[in-house]
């Protein structure tokens, strides 16, 4: 059985003992990506500040006529006039064309293309997305465009991320890791908020919880957000005046904004997409149509400033209830008619900000009817719950909202609202605002994550302990007879194993063996051992079952001997397809079996 031991060590991962077996699979190699990341993190720190300052010089050259990198603010004090309603356009024909003839992976906020690299592309994303998406997001926020910077640098950090990977001897598995580093340290750089750019990782791109890619993930992160200092300042970046402990009665209206922010989320989910597919109708090519979007963008900004660009003055001014009446209301809507106008189009923005304007209006629009708080902690509850219920993705908007804010006394009030919005869209959605446009390309993902039940299950727990066996000198014809008849144990199997006179393992012999030998055994002496497979590839007792199966797909086998690591030719077991199905139904009756205990 020298053999076995041979081809068993040639699996997928190597073959580990019961005292190898650990919590976590995770290897030295992950050292060498956590090296790379940080690479990752500061190349990403400074692109998002490359960003940051091409937004103000176009911002301020669009609406203000002059030559400067000043921070971009919303341009509310214009010199454009009527005519602000062309900027918009102008900017939005630029990147038509760019998505035409440069790379159409350009158009929309960046995170589901960078779902699909991930999931679909094998981690892989081609460099000209990696400039352009920066320089036409840049071009579509300074002109106007509702849109935040963060969507377009997770997209640009993520292909950094891929572009580098590329360089290395690495498997899909650890491109992905090292183009989500890059994503998640283009989030830190962009906001000051390091632990939710992780926390987004792991709720939005890694589908996975593993430290093999959290740790090279976490430390680009903090590597951006320490270099972010540097390049733009120190956070928070929306620091406001803590809010006092909050009582009980603020803890369940906490759960009502929340509620309404799931309810407001699931229709600015629809209105999004509803304008794509009217966009979609339209019988011109789609170059034109962010040309068309731009246009309500600029009637919006027309009555009202405040819906252009990035916002993140707004948002402040949210979080300090400097905002109320008629100027929340046509916020509110304003900001989410063009946003969604404008995305179903197809320009190139992110989805961030925009989703913190509009849930901060519509709390600070509600504190007018809520007897206790002040309009800017309901603002921030609701901002958090906005986001949390539309991307799904509820720890993340509540730890970066606390980053944003460094309101700790706000956090048993940001976690209510966030999984209360949650609660309301996973229930009335069948997808997020970033999934929806994944699916319209007929793909499909899952967001829920759980570990394998196939990890938690040894081999031993499943396998068929009393299989039936036929000794190493029967004939073929003879065991093909007892196949033909059905009334032995064996005429039921796909295979059977075969053992010498000592009752030690032999041998292997599947129904393809007896025709084929058949065919070539025109005097009926071949054994069903000569005619079966010697050089046997074996699992054992304490393997774990995720381990077999794998050996099971490296070979293209759909069953294993199951022998005692000290004696690999004392047989205890079988494993076959039948034991595998029959683990996983166990697995399905737990989840929805319903009894009484």
Known sequence: MTSNAVVAKATIGGRRTKHELSDFSTDKRVLVLSLVGLGIGAVSAVVAAALVWLI?????????????????????????????????????????LMARYGSPKIRGHGIPEAVEAILLGRSRIEPKVALLKPISSAISIGTG????????????????GSLIAQFFHLSASERKTLLVAGAAAGMSAI????????????????????????????????VAGAL?????????????????????EALVTALFVGVIAGLASGALTNLVYGCENLFEKLPIHWMWWPVIGALFVGLGGWMDPRVLGVGYDVIHQLLRGELAGALLIGLLVGKALVWSIALGSGTSGGVLAPLLIIGGAL??????????????????????????????APFTALVFTLELTHDLNALPALLIG????????VLLLKRSILTEKIARRGHHI???????????????????????????????????????????PVARRQATLIVDEQGDLAGIITRGDVIRSLDNNSEGKMTVLEAGQRDLIVTYPDE????????????????LPVVGRDNPRNVLGYLGRTAVMNARLRRFEEEHIRERG
């Open 56 to 96: 103000a010089l176009i911002t301020n050259l669009t609406f203000y006529h002059r030559l400067s990198t000043n921070p971009a603010a919303t341009p509310v004090g214009h010199h454009l006039g009527y005519f602000v309603v062309l900027a918009p356009m102008m900017g939005a024909m630029i990147i038509g």
């Open 145 to 160: 465009g509702p849109f935040g910077a963060e969507g377009p640098i997770i997209m640009t950090g993520g292909a950094l």
């Open 191 to 222: 906001f000051s908020a390091p632990v939710a750019a992780v926390l987004f990782a792991v709720e939005l791109l890694l589908f996975e919880w593993k430290p093999r890619s959290f740790i090279p993930v976490a430390a680009a992160s903090a």
């Open 228 to 248: 972010r200092a540097k390049l733009m300042g120190l956070g928070p970046v929306f620091l406001v005046t803590a809010h006092g402990a909050l009582n009980v």
């Open 363 to 392: 709390g600070a629009l509600e504190s007018k009817w809520i007897p206790v708080g002040d309009a800017g902690l309901w603002a921030m509850v609701s901002m958090a719950a906005m986001m949390g219920g539309t991307m799904r």
């Open 418 to 425: 966030c999984v209360a919005a949650q609660t309301v869209t």
């Open 446 to 488: 899952t967001r829920e994550y759980s570990i394998d039940h196939f990890e938690l299950l040894r081999v031993e727990e499943v396998m068929e302990k009393n299989m039936p066996v036929i000794p190493a000198d029967l004939k073929v014809t003879a065991f093909a007879d007892l196949i033909a008849s059905g009334e032995s």
């Open 544 to 559: 774990v079952l995720h381990q077999a199966i794998s050996i099971m797909l490296q070979h293209n086998i759909g069953r």
